[in-house]
T-cell receptor, first 114, second 113 residues
Framework: DSGVTQTPKHLITATGQRVTLRCSPR?????VYWYQQSLDQGLQFLIQ???????AKGNILERFSAQQFPDLHSELNLSSLELGDSALYFC?????????????FGPGTRLTVL | AQTVTQSQPEMSVQEAETVTLSCTYD???????LFWYKQPPSRQMILVIR??????QNATENRFSVNFQKAAKSFSLKISDSQLGDAAMYFC??????????FGKGTRLHILP
């Protein structure tokens, strides 16, 4: 158990809908990262937050947005969902900003768009 | 831009044998960190081992060790005494001191009983 929690575990929805994925980082970790992993693909970095502020953006679509709240939990919002958005979405957390911070991954949320 | 390449999409090894997974990367940075993550069928991402670029000594964690060749920008993972539980997808990852982490496309490792 990495200490990072993600809810829900599974999510099934229809095209055009909007969903929210939730992540709670490990105790003491200030950075939260979101990744997308499509079937048999590597991980694509989406976005990073540090202590409530956006720090880095990757290949995140405009239909997707995220935020980190004062209690450090984070939410990833996916809207106008398309079939191609079906994937495993991981949240990871680390203590700080710098590269030496090991990222610990949550169990992921499996999103299926029908 | 930094890139991470894993040239072996799949590998197989006999149980109890040793296997080496390859990873190369490209960067102009001097300060960075390298990681190997394991993703078993459960899909959980598990950190296997970490290497700081400024350290010349290769990192080891029990049966897992790396061969870090900074000049060649190579970071291979050696698994000794392979066990059935080692079967997984292995991802090599790079992170500079100030940048996001970049993952390779992975190597699927099969353990043959």
């Amino acid at each position: 158990d990495s200490g990072v929690t993600q809810t829900p575990k599974h999510l099934i929805t229809a095209t055009g809908q909007r969903v929210t994925l939730r992540c709670s980082p490990r105790s003491g970790d200030l950075s939260v990262y979101w990744y997308q992993q499509s079937l048999d693909q590597g991980l694509q970095f989406l976005i990073q937050y540090y202590n409530g502020e956006e720090r880095a953006k990757g290949n995140i679509l405009e239909r997707f947005s995220a935020q980190q709240f004062p209690d450090l939990h984070s939410e990833l919002n996916l809207s106008s969902l398309e079939l191609g958005d079906s994937a495993l979405y991981f949240c990871a957390s680390s203590v700080g900003l710098a590269g030496q911070g090991v990222q610990y991954f949550g169990p992921g949320t499996r999103l299926t768009v029908l | 831009a930094q890139t991470v390449t894993q040239s072996q999409p799949e590998m197989s090894v006999q149980e109890a044998e040793t296997v080496t997974l390859s990873c190369t990367y490209d960067t102009s940075e001097s300060d960075y960190y390298l990681f190997w993550y394991k993703q078993p069928p459960s899909r959980q991402m598990i950190l296997v081992i970490r290497q700081e670029a400024y350290k010349q000594q290769n990192a080891t964690e029990n049966r897992f060790s790396v061969n870090f060749q900074k000049a060649a920008k190579s970071f291979s993972l050696k698994i000794s005494d392979s066990q059935l539980g080692d079967a997984a997808m292995y991802f090599c990852a790079y992170r500079s001191a100030k940048d996001k982490i970049i993952f390779g496309k992975g190597t699927r490792l099969h353990i043959l009983p």
